[in-house]
């Protein structure tokens, strides 16, 4: 018989260390915020040094950070190495650093594209792939990359968006099967409309933004505080038995 946590203790993070890139912003920093709450000691990852300090202060706990271009495939090697200095190797890592063009089909560049593409899939592969090793010889670990509604539904301006976000589903799933009997779990959450840095656009303009909270179940757009449950179940024992999703964050948008 499998024992199982207390249920006061299922989502508790103590004694756990995570790597969160993208953190100073949007989603990323929401992540690594409530992580460190759980109790996690967290390595926050992005570009802008002062943002992450700016981060590093507001969260307290145990808290270090990365400056790292994680966009760059070259700087992972390094990356895997600097995040696991301050606290050791990571059991958790969240896949928060994204970008998202918005190039109409007829004008995708090659450029466009790459760094798309190299950001939203490249990087959470190979980033977890330097990762998984340490948290193979402990025998747990927790990867969690975002999806979104673009890994279902085609938008305007999203084709190499939507093709990284598709990616991601099939992503997670590949790395559930590789990984997951040496006790590392991978799961995506696909986060409808917050307002972040990337749909800013769309928060800019009341009444598109009226408009798709009125096509959710519930009638509102996302806050940042709706990511925080899912986050923690998924980072957690809470989902011991749970690998290869995608747990859809949106309000309901997806269902309708």
Same mark, same amino acid.
């Given at each position: 018989?499998? @024992? ?7 989502? !508790?993070? =103590? ?38 300090? !700016? %981060? ?5 706990? @145990?808290?270090?950070?990365?400056? #790292?271009? &994680? ?11 600097? &995040? =696991? ?27 466009? %594209? ?13 980033? =977890?792939?330097?990762?998984?090793? *340490?948290?193979?010889? /402990? +025998? ?11 890994? %279902?539904?085609?938008?305007? +301006? +999203?084709?190499?968006? +939507?093709? =990284? $976000? ?11 099967? *590789? ?31 009226? $408009?798709?909270? !009125? ?19 998924? #980072? ?18 997806? *269902? /309708?």
């Amino acid at each position: 018989m499998t @024992q199982t946590a207390a249920p006061s203790t299922l989502f !508790d993070l =103590s004694g756990r260390v995570a790597c969160v890139t993208g953190a100073t912003s949007g989603l990323g920093r929401q992540a690594a915020s409530v992580l460190v709450r759980a109790g996690a000691a967290v390595v926050g990852v992005a570009r802008r040094e002062a943002a992450l300090e !700016d %981060w590093r202060t507001e969260a307290g706990g @145990q808290t270090a950070t990365v400056t #790292c271009d &994680v966009g760059n495939r070259e700087n992972l090697e390094a990356l895997a190495r600097d &995040v =696991s200095a301050p606290f050791g190797a990571p059991d958790i890592v969240i896949h928060a650093a994204g970008i998202n063009t918005r190039e109409p089909a007829d004008e995708v560049t090659p450029e466009g %594209w790459d760094t798309t593409l190299s950001l939203n899939l490249s990087t959470p592969f190979f980033l =977890s792939q330097a990762l998984a090793p *340490a948290m193979s010889e /402990k +025998g747990w670990g927790r990867i969690v990359t975002f999806a979104s509604l673009q890994t %279902w539904r085609a938008f305007p +301006g +999203g084709v190499s968006y +939507g093709a =990284s $976000k598709g990616g991601i589903a099939q992503l997670t799933r590949a790395m559930a099967e *590789a990984w997951s009997s040496r006790g590392i779990n991978a799961n995506a959450i696909g986060p409808g409309f917050f307002r972040t840095e990337l749909t800013a656009p769309v928060f800019d303009n009341p009444e598109l933004s009226r $408009k798709l909270a !009125d096509q959710t179940c519930i009638g509102r757009n996302g806050d940042l505080s709706d990511i925080d449950g899912p986050l923690l179940f998924l #980072c957690s024992e809470a989902s011991a038995y749970v690998t290869g999703q995608v747990l859809m964050v949106d309000g309901g948008f997806t *269902a /309708k």
